[in-house]
């Protein structure tokens, strides 16, 4: 082969790497997130106090039902037969990550609607700042992907 062939190769992989590593550095290097146009501002860091506070609420009032390790229900997409859905896995491979903060935290604090769901409001067990790390330590469960997506959906509205 061509020694002008093999460098040009060369370059090209080159350059290729250094564009991933140049995403790669964007994407978790706190800078805004852009989807579909809109642009939100960084995804703010979890608090490891609020996680843990989160962590303790979680396995005393949601593990019973969400599962130690946020696993959910087996076949929590489909209707059971009392007509409610099962609990839902809370790490990425649920829906969660596709709700904006102030839905997570109002079905966490006034339940599921209950014509599917058999969530329980937490309002009056649940101090603020414990649904409030609930939702942290949910989220310290997601991957970067899923936090990037719900934090653009928590902050659109402000933003477009």
Known sequence: MNPKRYLLIALIFLAIIMIGFSTLRNKFSGNPVTISGITV?????????????????YAQNC???????????????????????????????????????????SIISNGGDPSYSAMPAFREILT????????????????QDEREYQWWLSMRDQYQ
């Open 41 to 57: 501002p960084p995804i703010p860091a979890l608090d490891p106090a609020q996680i843990e506070v989160g962590k303790s609420a």
């Open 128 to 143: 603020e700042a414990e649904i409030i790390g609930v939702l942290d330590y949910i989220k310290s469960s997601w991957g």
């Open 63 to 105: 593990a019973s039902c969400h599962g130690a390790n946020l696993e959910g229900q087996p076949n929590w997409k489909q209707t059971g037969l009392d007509g409610k859905l099962p609990a839902p896995p809370q790490d990425s491979s649920g829906h969660s990550w596709h709700h904006a903060d102030d839905v997570l935290l």
